[in-house]
């Protein structure tokens, strides 16, 4: 099957193709050169919890901010 490079390098993936690799708007595909060809693959898609982690900035460090949400913690 052959695909053809617009003049601002784009390439359009063949419906055919798409459904046979489940591919939908938005997926991230892997690019490598192998041996001369042109590779994509699906990349790995992060869970929940990693496409959420660093996404909060607060400026302050995670104990500081449970000891002024909670207070400080009694000795026992």
Request: avoid cysteine; glycine fraction near 8%; hydrophobic fraction near 40%.
């Amino acid at each position: 099957m052959q695909i053809t490079v617009t003049e601002k390098w784009q390439v359009t993936i063949p419906k055919p193709l798409r459904k046979q690799l489940g591919l939908h708007p938005g997926q991230v595909l892997d690019m490598r050169a192998e041996r001369g060809h042109l590779v994509a693959s699906k990349a790995a898609e992060l869970d929940a919890v990693e496409r959420a982690y660093g996404i909060l900035r607060l400026g302050h460090s995670t104990d500081r901010i449970l000891t002024s949400l909670r207070g400080k913690a009694d000795a026992v």
